[in-house]
């Protein structure tokens, strides 16, 4: 399975200020996913990132909220911008694995304030 | 809109005990996940269901899938205090692993001794 490693873990910002969340695989992959976990909520996709082209974003989640950037197949940025207190969330990323497994990294906790 | 629905979304039950969780979805789909969380972690992949009539085992939990019912079930055989978590079925629209999950709401299970 492949190792998933995020930047930050955990964070604490002010209204009106951006956060950007990096998300490192220990392998090359084609497809990278971002999700959100709002507090006791389930999952909800907010893109897919594909290397060399830019993020297909999810019904409710737009570029210029949530910019992202995919620079390589082992790498990936998600900006939580302007953020409010409701985007407090966990944000994971994910990846696919080589049988049709999709595999999480550990999350990044983020409380606005 | 694929959608999917977990029951029930709530589930104490005593140690010893066997229960089932259920997963409906509404659209066509060639693959399920299940995962399980803990409470401040990510998740942890449980199973891949790729077939109708797939079936998969890992020690007390047992998954099946039903495609034509669109119906997946995680039964739980003589339960443990180590299962307590939160579990999460997931299915996928498209094909070819290039597509995110829609994410059932979770089913909270505690399991008492």
């Known amino acids: 399975s492949a190792v998933i490693s995020q930047k930050p873990s955990r964070d604490i910002c002010q209204r009106g200020t951006s956060l950007t969340i990096q998300c490192q695989v220990d392998?090359?992959?084609?497809?990278m996913f971002w999700y959100r976990q709002q507090p006791g909520q389930s999952l909800t996709l907010i893109a897919t990132?594909?290397?060399?082209?830019?993020?297909?974003?999810e019904s409710g989640f737009v570029i210029d909220k949530f910019p992202i950037s995919r620079p390589n197949l082992t790498f990936s940025t998600l900006t939580v911008s302007n953020m409010s207190p409701e985007d407090s969330s966990i944000y994971l990323c994910?990846?696919?694995?080589?049988?049709?497994?999709?595999?999480f990294g550990p999350g990044t906790r983020l409380t606005v304030t | 809109e694929l959608k999917v629905e977990q029951n029930p979304l709530f589930l104490s039950m005593q140690e010893g005990k066997n229960y089932t969780i259920y997963c409906n979805y509404s659209t066509t789909s060639d693959r399920l996940y299940w995962y399980r969380q803990d409470p401040g972690k990510s998740l942890e992949s449980l199973f891949v269901l790729l077939s109708n009539g797939a079936v998969k085992q890992e020690g007390r939990l047992m998954a099946s899938l039903d495609t034509k019912a669109r119906l997946s079930t995680l039964h739980i055989t003589a339960a443990v205090h180590d299962l307590s978590a939160t579990y999460f079925c997931a299915v996928v629209l498209g094909r070819g692993g290039a597509d995110g999950l829609t994410f059932g709401k979770g089913t909270h299970l505690i399991i008492q001794p």
């Open positions: 994910s990846v696919g694995g080589t049988f049709y497994e999709q595999y």
């Open positions: 392998s090359q992959v084609t497809m």
């Open positions: 990132a594909n290397q060399g082209s830019e993020a297909t974003y």
